[in-house]
């Protein structure tokens, strides 16, 4: 077996965060150095428990949870707790964590392991707004030459926005912060609504995890229960996007993403378009590429992948 890959799982859980979560933790290939927590579909005081839940759920009580930014870098917090509940984990009845929260502040977590690591070793899976990295980024410039690569669910092109008709959530919360991130010069490969949007939550599909003789099983599909509904009655389809687990599979198995090398920008200015990526998809432009966009999943491929590994946790 190949040296498991290094990474930092940064994440505002959220009902497909702890899907994410799940499906790294349930996978050898990956070493998951800690999970940083940031406010983004609820507040931070719930995305830092809620991550330590699942880890607890994983039984993984040994993961380092740290808490990061209790707000955006510039504007206000918006939450959604429309989608995921109050709790930011509606659904199944899980217990409130036993394991520690760690001291260290997330920001300076992800400092310190970029700067004492190997440069070029440590892969950022971002699941949420991207206020801790843009924070890291200004802490200490430096880390930028020194990410491996990060993987970000988050924007759409072809499918627009989900939180207002240009912009995806993540994007829109800190599009401060993305545009730090996009403007950094790290390799990127970014997960959009155009790709999520084809990895919908059947109902054939919750049932296998629904049936598994372990915790995680019945639990995800409970909270997929719970946090499908909302875009079931917005889009009228069988099942909503899954989309943070994405980054975890693509890591996994790229072959079963379709994307292409693009510029991307942030729209920062137009309170109409605030937080929209403008993805130069047909390269009409001379702004250089920053990221792999990612267009396409094979779906079933993608499920399989989830099921076989989630039926392996605890
Ligand atoms: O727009 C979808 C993204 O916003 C997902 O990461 C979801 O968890 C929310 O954070
Ligand atoms: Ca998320």
């Not at 217990?95 to 977590?109: E, G, H, I, R, T």
């Not at 994007?171 to 403007?183: E, G, K, W």
């Not at 993805?279 to 396409?296: E, L």
Request: glycine residues 8%.
């Amino acid at each position: 077996m190949t040296t498991p890959l290094p990474i930092i799982i940064d994440t505002d859980p959220g009902q497909d965060d702890a899907v994410a979560i799940l499906l790294a933790l349930a996978s050898p290939e990956f070493e998951v150095l800690g999970i940083t927590a940031v406010a983004g579909n609820v507040p931070l005081a719930r995305t830092e428990v809620n991550a330590r839940k699942i880890c607890e759920l994983a039984g993984r009580p040994d993961i380092k949870v740290f808490s990061g930014a209790i707000r955006p870098m510039v504007r206000t917090l918006v939450t959604a707790e429309h989608v995921h509940g109050k709790t930011g984990l509606d659904g199944p009845v899980l217990p409130d964590p036993k394991m520690p929260l760690q001291s260290q502040y997330a920001v300076d977590f992800i400092v310190e392991t970029l700067m004492s690591r190997p440069a070029g070793t440590v892969t950022l899976c971002t699941l949420g707004p991207l206020t801790n990295i843009g924070l890291a980024l200004v802490r200490e410039p430096r880390i930028a030459s020194r990410v491996k690569q990060i993987v970000a669910m988050g924007g759409g092109y072809f499918e627009q926005g989900n939180v207002t008709p240009s912009a995806e959530f993540n994007i829109y919360v800190d599009p401060q912060a993305a545009r730090l991130v996009f403007d950094s010069g790290i390799p990127i490969t970014l997960i959009p609504l155009d790709c999520t949007h084809q990895a919908l939550t059947t109902a054939k599909r919750v049932e296998a995890f629904r049936k598994m003789p372990n915790n995680s099983g019945p639990a995800i599909a409970a909270l997929l229960d719970f946090f499908e509904r909302f875009d079931e009655n917005k889009y009228g389809t069988d099942g909503g996007p899954l989309h943070d687990p994405c980054v975890i599979a693509w890591l996994l198995k790229p072959e079963l993403f379709k994307g292409r090398l693009v510029n991307v920008a942030i729209e920062c200015e137009s309170e109409l378009t605030m937080g929209s990526t403008v993805v130069d998809w047909w390269h009409v432009t001379k702004r250089p590429p920053n990221a792999t966009v990612i267009r396409s999943v094979d779906a079933d491929g993608f499920f399989a992948l989830l099921t076989e590994r989630i039926a392996k946790l605890a």
